[in-house]
């Protein structure tokens, strides 16, 4: 497998790439809902300093899922490139 290759196209298609997978998923939106419930709670009860924290915090989780995201994207990729052999 062409390790780079398929990372260019995972970046360059990322965003169809999660659109496909996630636009009819009523779990997935139902999440996304409660985080921004959560969220909109949280940022009421602490300060603008405290809030600032947990956007810094969460940018760092957001990039720790893309390196994720990635990992099991070239998983599967190699995985049909074993099974299609």
Do not use: C, F, P
Request: aromatic share 8%; charged share 30%.
């Amino acid at each position: 497998m062409d390790t780079d290759a398929m990372t260019d196209y995972y970046w360059e298609n990322l965003k169809d790439i999660l659109q496909r997978q996630l636009a009819d998923d009523d779990e997935y939106h139902a999440l996304i809902q409660k985080k921004i419930t959560a969220e909109n709670a949280l940022k009421a009860l602490i300060s603008e300093e405290a809030w600032s924290l947990y956007l810094e915090l969460d940018a760092i989780s957001n990039e720790l899922e893309g390196v994720r995201q990635e990992a099991m994207y070239l998983a599967g990729a190699a995985d049909h490139e074993k099974l299609s052999k």
